[in-house]
């Protein structure tokens, strides 16, 4: 399996624009989490799906965050507008079961908003 | 101290020796897990320890849980200079809500 895939591995943008992360989990895992993390906060969850559902979005710092998950095999994680204290790393991950299986991360995404 | 608290914050030795990273936490759990990231990647899952157990290994991995302290233990025998890395406890409040602490950072000098 190749494992969860996260596009693009680096992004840099200007504050105000829209940004757009893209995440394919792992075949057949039923559950996807999107974290940020940062020096200052460390990793923190922002949205977690079970089977294509949001779960639990209390992470979601504001509304200027969004994500969708339309199938088992994609979700996006969008930023509008984007703001400098947005940079960060941002993580997709996924699991069989629920939010206390073991979780598969990818590499990241990382954000730089200028 | 936060749900999934991490001690040492930083630990250096010397490849060959021990490594132990400790993870203390407040509320009851399901289970109770160990990350490790290299530097610029995403988090690696290497064991899981449930409620019910009080130790388990994984090749030079052990692990244990001593919920009566509320605290678990990872420890790297023969630390290889490969180990270097950052290292996560998270601990499994119910089925649905994992919470990551904020990681011990471990230096393997050759």
């Known amino acids: 399996d190749a494992g969860v895939i996260q596009s693009p591995r680096h992004e840099v943008t200007e504050m105000g624009q829209e940004v757009t992360l893209r995440c394919k989990p792992i075949?057949?895992?039923?559950?996807l989490f999107w974290y940020r993390q940062t020096m200052m906060r460390g990793l923190e969850l922002l949205i977690y799906?079970?089977?294509?559902?949001?779960?639990?979005d209390s992470g979601m710092p504001e509304d200027r965050f969004s994500a969708k998950m339309p199938n088992a095999s994609f979700s996006t994680l969008k930023i509008q507008p984007s703001e400098p204290r947005d940079s960060a790393v941002y993580f997709c991950?996924?699991?069989?079961?629920?939010?206390?299986?073991?979780?598969?991360f990818g590499p990241g995404t990382r954000l730089t908003v200028l | 101290s936060q749900q999934g608290e991490e001690d040492p914050q930083a630990l250096s030795i010397q490849e060959g020796e021990n490594a132990t990273m400790n993870c203390s936490y407040k509320?009851?759990?399901?289970?109770l897990q160990w990350y490790r990231q290299n530097s610029g990647r995403g988090l690696v899952h290497l064991i899981l320890?449930?409620?019910?157990?009080r130790e388990k290994h994984s090749g030079r991995l052990r692990v244990t849980l001593d919920t009566s302290k509320k605290s678990s233990s990872l420890l790297i025998t023969a630390s290889r200079a490969a180990d270097t890395a950052s290292y996560f406890c998270?601990?499994?409040?119910?089925?649905?809500?994992?919470?990551f602490g904020t990681g011990t950072r471990l230096q393997v000098f050759p």
């Open positions: 998270a601990t499994a409040l119910n089925t649905d809500k994992l919470i």
């Open positions: 799906f079970n089977n294509n559902v949001p779960i639990d």
């Open positions: 509320t009851s759990i399901n289970n």
């Open positions: 075949s057949g895992h039923n559950s």
């Open positions: 320890i449930r409620s019910n157990e």
């Open positions: 991950a996924s699991s069989r079961g629920g939010q206390a299986d073991t979780q598969y």
